[in-house]
């Protein structure tokens, strides 16, 4: 247990002085502790007090809501086969995750087991379509009622317009948020923002000109915010575009909310609350600070985590 004391104290060293700081959204969980989507990660999420729970929400072929990126359990379990072949009895009974942070046993999370845990977390969930149907999304909502998850516990944030679309109609009340790409190329910077809300790219000149792009997305999908990408996602020195200071400036004097998508390293972490993020999307809420630096991996074995 070493390891996850370890983990619990650097982020409980920093509860007060980052309470009016940025708030953070668990990416599948704290993955770089234990598997992604893995009961043991959306527990670590809740015990390390993360305000938000990030749900990739999918189904499989007999109709149960499960969490997961892709849309095969590769990823997670190296194995090829679609979720939507396969019951939900079928993956438990073969499907594994690969081990992290020595859990070993963990297979797929349904999203009756993530309400339940995600009771711990400061503020609620972050729901992720990354599969979408209207009846889909009306099992989901209706699971979110049944279990006392109102609309003041979820944001709704994702790549999918037409899901961004059928919240808007059907519960205007939750929060959305839209993933967004930014690409500075030799011709400008190329962004999926479209005065319609439909999927496409627009490119444009300035950066100036991509938070009107992203205010006329907002506009049509009635947007709470903007999910912004950070090159700095799992290497520092990776080579890509960083959303800018002057441009989170400029998204959030147009009224929205802006999280970044990753923050994984200290670097990143002072970056962008010094340029004024509202929340981070990270897979270990400890290394967003220099001092409280975790690498997957260590730590002692711990079996039959979802007897």
């Not at 590769?74 to 396969?86: D, F, G, V």
């Not at 999908?221 to 400036?249: C, E, H, M, Q, V």
């Not at 009224?255 to 002072?270: D, L, Q, R």
Request: hydrophobic fraction near 35%.
């Amino acid at each position: 247990m070493k390891r996850i004391q370890l983990s619990f104290l650097a982020v409980a060293a920093f509860t007060a002085s980052a309470a009016a700081d940025v708030e953070y959204i668990a990416h599948a969980g704290e993955e770089n502790l234990a598997p992604a989507h893995s009961k043991a990660a959306y527990r670590l999420a809740a015990e390390h007090k993360l305000d938000y729970l990030k749900l990739d929400l999918r189904e499989t072929k007999d109709g149960h809501v499960v969490m997961q990126h892709d849309g095969n359990l590769y990823a997670t379990m190296r194995w090829k086969e679609k979720i939507a072949n396969l019951t939900l009895e079928e993956i438990r009974k073969k499907g594994r995750c690969v081990s992290r942070g020595g859990y070993k046993n963990e297979t797929i999370t349904t999203l009756t087991e993530a309400l339940e845990i995600a009771r711990g977390m400061r503020k609620g969930l972050w729901l992720d379509f990354k599969y979408f149907t209207p009846k889909f999304a009306e099992k989901v909502f209706r699971r979110l009622d049944e279990a006392g998850y109102g609309p003041d516990k979820l944001i709704v944030a994702t790549w999918n317009r037409n899901a961004l679309k059928w919240v808007q109609q059907n519960r205007p009340q939750v929060r959305r948020v839209a993933h967004t790409y930014i690409r500075k190329l030799d011709d400008g910077y190329h962004v999926n923002a479209t005065k319609t809300g439909e999927p496409g790219e627009v490119v444009c000149a300035t950066e100036s000109d991509v938070a009107e792009a992203l205010d006329a997305l907002g506009k049509a999908l009635g947007l709470y915010g903007f999910n912004l990408p950070s090159a700095w996602a799992r290497d520092p020195k990776r080579k890509g575009y960083n959303t800018s200071p002057k441009l989170i400036s400029d998204v959030k004097s147009r009224g929205y909310w802006v999280s970044i998508w990753f923050v994984f390293h200290p670097e990143a972490g002072e970056f962008y609350r010094k340029a004024g993020a509202d929340a981070f999307v990270t897979n270990c809420k400890a290394n967003t600070f220099a001092s409280g630096n975790e690498r997957p991996g260590e730590g002692k074995d711990r079996q039959g985590q979802n007897k």
